[in-house]
């Protein structure tokens, strides 16, 4: 009985995501400039999964890492990049697209590292606008936004460094 309800249970998260995805992707073709404001405040929870290996090493899964990527219109190499250097720790993509990182990280973790990588690397912050594109120019990077125009540079992530 226990298993039927938590299958229930998963089923209905399941559906709530893909109504969200389906909303937001209305949005993003019928008012793009609100995009921006929906991106931070409604990212649907990474799905996080622990995994412990035979020799006791622990590792964390972050499943849907790839569907962020794709939403937020970002090369994959460089957002794990960036969890990777603020998570402080070494992580690989499996097969089946998954960022896979040594060490336990919840949920909240990897929501807040994408919410403070949206603010820095995907959206334009006159216009709140995230048709901005992420651009390599004489070794540093730029953001310039393809609705108001307006440039800023952005720091280079740093390996080895992070909040941990």
């Not at 209305?26 to 929906?38: A, D, F, K, Y």
């Not at 405040?41 to 890492?65: C, D, H, M, S, Y």
Request: aromatic letters at 8%; charged letters at 30%.
């Amino acid at each position: 009985m226990a298993d039927e309800s938590n299958e229930n249970k998963k089923e209905v998260k399941d559906d709530e995501q893909e109504i969200l995805r389906r909303v937001f992707n209305i949005l993003r073709e019928n008012s793009p400039e609100l995009v921006g404001i929906w991106l931070l405040t409604i990212i649907w929870p990474p799905q996080v999964l622990r995994e412990e290996t035979a020799k006791g090493t622990k590792k964390t899964v972050f499943v849907n890492f790839m569907d962020y990527c794709k939403t937020m219109h970002r090369n994959p190499d460089h957002v794990m990049a960036f969890l990777l250097a603020e998570l402080g720790t070494k992580g690989k993509l499996d097969d089946q697209q998954r960022l896979v990182v040594r060490g336990r990280f919840t949920q909240r973790d990897f929501e807040s590292l994408l919410r403070g990588y949206i603010l820095d690397y995907v959206m334009c912050i006159p216009c709140k606008s995230t048709e901005a594109i992420l651009s390599k120019e004489n070794r540093l990077f730029f953001l310039r936004c393809g609705k108001c125009g307006s440039g800023r540079p952005v720091a280079p992530i740093k390996i080895n460094f992070g909040r941990r």
